[in-house]
């Protein structure tokens, strides 16, 4: 015989508060749960840094958040995006969608927009024909390469067409981006580089069991920084 969730006179019983309980719980989980998944896809998103491509600006171990509404958003099977508050400018850092392994996200930065021209002379960027000052730039290797039409320290001008963008990585000789592989489609983009929440360097020399030791791998001076 089935029992009754209510008790004498219309009172819950300790069984029934406990389902109600439990349910109020899932039903909690599941609304943070799709808030978060609507922030993470149309809000804000974490990535990891995993190259040295980015150096200085950015480290191996950087954390961060990437804004994916400033650019809009692109629609499957369409082409453009839409609700944009801007486009992406010269100096954006962005993480987009590798051309080449559509499974991989990489982050350079915005070096020409569409319509502008761009040239390399002996690791100088020159656009629209000037050369350009780049405090952010650095070069692992002295040396250039010559000889060829194309190489990482001398490109042919170029102009960016519609709705692609040129980008490179900070750390010029130990970068793979637009001048090896061209550009890249504006409908790749998911978003702009904002800000470093969090940074470790695994690279120092502590053991797994020294726990009292973890705090020396963060690089808190890093923790906030805005990238620019």
Same mark, same amino acid.
């Given at each position: 015989?089935?029992?009754?969730? !209510?008790?004498?006179?219309?009172? *819950? %019983?300790?069984?029934?508060?406990?389902?109600?309980?439990?349910?109020?719980? !899932? =039903?909690?989980?599941?609304?943070?749960?799709?808030?978060? &998944?609507?922030?993470?896809?149309?809000?804000?998103?974490?990535?990891?840094?995993?190259?040295?491509?980015?150096?200085? *600006?950015?480290?191996?171990?950087?954390?961060?958040?990437?804004?994916?509404? &400033?650019?809009? #958003?692109?629609?499957?099977? %369409?082409?453009?995006?839409?609700?944009?508050?801007?486009?992406?400018?010269?100096?954006?850092?962005?993480?987009?969608?590798?051309?080449?392994?559509?499974?991989?996200?990489?982050?350079?930065?915005?070096? !020409?927009?569409?319509?502008? *021209?761009?040239?390399?002379?002996?690791?100088?960027?020159?656009?629209?024909? %000037?050369?350009?000052?780049?405090?952010?730039?650095?070069?692992?290797?002295?040396?250039?390469?010559?000889?060829?039409?194309? %190489?990482? +320290?001398?490109?042919?001008?170029? *102009?960016?067409?519609?709705?692609?963008?040129?980008?490179?990585?900070?750390?010029?000789?130990?970068?793979? +981006?637009?001048?090896?592989?061209?550009?890249?489609? =504006?409908?790749?983009?998911?978003?702009?580089?904002?800000?470093? #929440?969090?940074?470790? +360097?695994?690279?120092?020399?502590?053991?797994?069991?020294?726990?009292?030791?973890?705090?020396? &791998?963060?690089?808190?001076?890093?923790?906030? +920084?805005?990238?620019?």
């Amino acid at each position: 015989m089935r029992k009754n969730a !209510a008790g004498p006179a219309g009172k *819950t %019983t300790p069984e029934a508060k406990g389902r109600g309980k439990i349910r109020e719980y !899932a =039903e909690a989980f599941a609304v943070a749960l799709l808030i978060a &998944l609507l922030v993470r896809t149309f809000v804000v998103q974490a990535f990891k840094i995993p190259s040295g491509s980015m150096e200085k *600006t950015l480290l191996v171990g950087d954390h961060i958040f990437v804004n994916k509404f &400033l650019y809009g #958003y692109h629609l499957p099977l %369409t082409k453009g995006r839409v609700l944009g508050y801007s486009k992406p400018v010269k100096g954006d850092i962005i993480v987009f969608v590798f051309p080449e392994d559509p499974g991989k996200d990489f982050i350079k930065r915005v070096i !020409a927009v569409p319509g502008d *021209t761009v040239e390399i002379r002996q690791k100088r960027v020159l656009l629209n024909g %000037t050369p350009i000052e780049e405090k952010y730039s650095r070069f692992a290797d002295g040396n250039t390469i010559d000889g060829f039409v194309r %190489t990482r +320290d001398n490109m042919e001008k170029i *102009t960016v067409p519609p709705g692609k963008y040129f980008v490179m990585g900070d750390n010029r000789d130990r970068s793979y +981006d637009s001048r090896f592989w061209g550009f890249v489609d =504006e409908d790749a983009i998911l978003g702009k580089a904002m800000v470093i #929440y969090f940074s470790i +360097d695994w690279s120092l020399e502590v053991r797994w069991y020294e726990v009292w030791r973890y705090p020396e &791998l963060v690089r808190w001076d890093r923790v906030g +920084d805005v990238l620019r």
